[in-house]
């Protein structure tokens, strides 16, 4: 079974852009969570989705938003991007609303210059 | 507030066992959890305890008391591979949020 799966691995932008991290959860599961690593921070919860709906949020600004397709598979996107976004974005699913058990993605590496 | 504190390095010698505490302070309580992170990769889950008691699992254990907002992840046997970064996570009154502690840098010496 195949599990948690991130795109790309690494990612470089420059302040002010765009980006965009995939997601494919683990078969089977429908929710899908994003944190955020910083160097030398503990992981920071970003957003949760599950069924397609954005069902909680932690506390970083509105230019972190992302969305979940039909096939559960989850993009983040963050704008205006910021030096303080270089950071390691990981992935989470779970099988329920329950989060019992989140299995991890590899996460991507994302630098701002 | 919501808080989880735990120790941010601890050292210890291979074969021994070593003991590495959580204490927090969240709004509600559903559950909570340990994951092990080496260097440069993702976290795995290593348990989950939602009921006081202690939860066995091969050379790991896990400690809840949800009275004293305490837990602790025991490891036995220790191994140079066990040398990683250890997060206690907790589960507060939306299940949805999981909240993170800073993890425990865990080194061993042979």
């Known amino acids: 079974e195949a599990g948690v799966t991130q795109s790309p691995t690494h990612l470089i932008k420059t302040r002010g852009q765009q980006a965009t991290l995939r997601c494919s959860p683990i078969s089977g599961h429908t929710s899908v969570y994003w944190y955020q690593q910083a160097l030398g921070l503990g992981l920071q919860f970003l957003l949760w989705y599950d069924e397609g709906e954005e069902r909680n949020r932690g506390n970083f600004p509105p230019r972190f938003s992302g969305r979940q397709f039909p096939n559960y598979s989850s993009e983040l996107n963050v704008n205006a991007l910021e030096l303080e976004d270089s950071a390691l974005y990981l992935c989470?699913?779970?099988?329920?609303?329950?989060?019992?058990?989140?299995?991890f993605g590899p996460g991507t590496r994302l630098t701002v210059t | 507030g919501q808080n989880i504190d735990q120790p941010t390095e601890m050292t210890a010698t291979e074969g021994a066992i070593v003991q590495i505490n959580c204490t927090y302070q969240?709004?509600?309580?559903?559950?909570l959890f340990w994951y092990q992170q080496h260097a440069g990769e993702a976290p795995t889950f290593l348990s989950y305890?939602?009921?006081?008691g202690l939860e066995e699992k091969g050379r790991f254990s896990s400690f809840l008391s949800r009275s004293k907002g305490y837990s602790y992840l025991l490891l036995k046997e220790l191994q140079m591979k066990d040398s990683a970064s250890y997060l206690c996570?907790?589960?507060?009154?939306?299940?949805?949020?999981?909240?993170f502690g800073s993890g425990t840098r865990l080194s061993i010496r042979p």
């Open positions: 305890n939602v009921l006081d």
């Open positions: 969240t709004s509600g309580f559903n559950g």
């Open positions: 989470a699913s779970s099988l329920d609303v329950q989060p019992r058990e989140q299995y």
């Open positions: 996570a907790v589960s507060g009154s939306s299940a949805s949020k999981i909240i």
